[in-house]
């Protein structure tokens, strides 16, 4: 529940419809542009509202799984990704730069299996597969893996297919500038220390981001990091990692 919370902040923010169990005063604050910070009281559970008609979604992700595999990638669990039963829920697109077994894509995917729990559909899409890419896969969640995935406009292109976006790290920016201004939200989820931002060239990021991208970093560190190499970009929170808490299994220290 607390790791969707920024996304349904999001969601909430864009639409004005009913989504989940988002907090009220949440929904309020993204509306009125107030500070976050509202209260984590569930309310009674409302039908969640896809921004697009099955009719409208079936056609776009049959078409994105064509275009995919078309270019050389891959679809995993196609049939799921496909199947007419999840054009009833909010359909979430997970960004990551690779799906191996590294911090920032293993957040993603708990971040994936969290939205799965609350009834969303969530599908990953990254130019390179790996380690979690086959963990993900053993458990049913619909892939992409696209190799052009930055040099192309296949999100952009397909952007309505979905309810709102999720892009991993600083790597993922070349999505964020082509969703910047469209009618879709997208989660900018920033991970990254100094060097990151040394190794990846951003002067093609404009001034300042449209409303419709909302940026939230993984810790206050990554926050001061982002805001001194960006600082006309203003986090609007934090999305702290959501992993299992394995310190039970832990042996007796002596």
């Known amino acids: 529940w607390k790791i969707t919370k920024p996304l349904r902040t999001v969601l909430g923010g864009v639409k004005r419809t009913s989504l989940g169990s988002l907090p009220y005063k949440l929904l309020h604050n993204m509306r009125t542009g107030g500070e976050q ?7 009674q559970q409302k039908a969640s509202t896809p921004s697009q008609s099955p009719a409208a979604s079936a056609p776009l992700l049959s078409s994105m799984a064509a275009q ?11 049939e799921t990704f496909l199947a007419s039963d999840t054009f009833s829920k909010r359909k979430i697109l997970l960004v990551s730069h690779t799906l191996n077994l590294t911090g920032a894509p293993i957040a993603l995917g708990y971040f994936a299996k969290a939205l799965q729990k609350q009834g969303d ?3 990953l899409i990254s130019p390179f597969g790996g380690g979690l890419c086959d963990q993900l896969e053993q458990e049913g969640l619909p892939i992409l893996v696209y190799p052009a995935l930055y040099e192309s406009d296949l999100v952009k292109q397909y952007a309505k297919a979905f309810d709102a976006i999720v892009v991993c790290t600083i790597v993922g920016a070349p999505t964020v500038v082509a969703l910047n201004g469209t009618s879709t939200p997208v989660l900018w989820w920033i991970h990254e220390a100094h060097a990151s931002y040394l190794q990846t060239p951003l002067d093609y990021l404009p001034d ?42 832990l042996p007796a220290q002596p």
């Open 121 to 123: 559909f969530p599908v």
């Open 68 to 78: 995919v595999e078309q270019s050389g990638g891959q679809v995993y669990h196609a």
């Open 37 to 43: 910070g509202a209260s984590s009281t569930r309310p």
């Open 208 to 249: 300042t981001l449209e409303d419709n991208i909302h940026i939230c970093a993984v810790c206050s560190y990554a926050e001061r990091v982002m805001k001194q190499y960006l600082p006309n970009y203003q986090p609007r929170g934090q999305l702290l990692y959501s992993i299992p808490d394995y310190a039970n299994q």
